[in-house]
């Protein structure tokens, strides 16, 4: 029988388009978050050696949201790495969500 011991993040493509805003709501689905939760979304290069940015993400009545102006996400390179961690009060941080950034200079 083999156990799986630790979290693994679920895999998505975070899309960025030249000029645009980023914008998007998390939906939490289930049990509300505990008060004093915290989410942010780091941006590195495909070594994590480089992180480009730290973006917060705020708790809002639709959901966890992330907005992000076109030119805070000017220099991200197709191709860098994102990981969207959850610090929770007590339990410590964990990454919910991490992949690959797409750009398009559309």
């Known amino acids: 029988m083999t156990q ?3 979290h693994e993040p ?18 939490v689905i289930g049990e ?8 942010s979304m780091e941006i590195s290069d495909r070594e994590h050696d ?14 966890w949201t992330l907005n992000v102006a076109a030119a805070d996400h000017a220099d991200i390179p197709h191709g860098a790495r994102f990981r969207l961690y959850v610090m929770y009060p007590s339990a ?3 990454c919910w969500i991490a992949g690959p950034v797409n750009r398009s200079r559309r």
């Open 92 to 94: 410590g941080r964990y």
């Open 50 to 63: 480089r992180t480009y940015a730290v973006w917060p993400i705020t708790d809002a009545p639709a959901g």
């Open 10 to 27: 679920a895999l998505q493509v975070l899309n960025i388009v030249d000029g645009q805003d980023l914008s998007h709501v998390f939906e």
């Open 32 to 39: 509300p978050l505990p008060v004093g939760t915290m989410a």
């Open 4 to 6: 799986i011991i630790g």
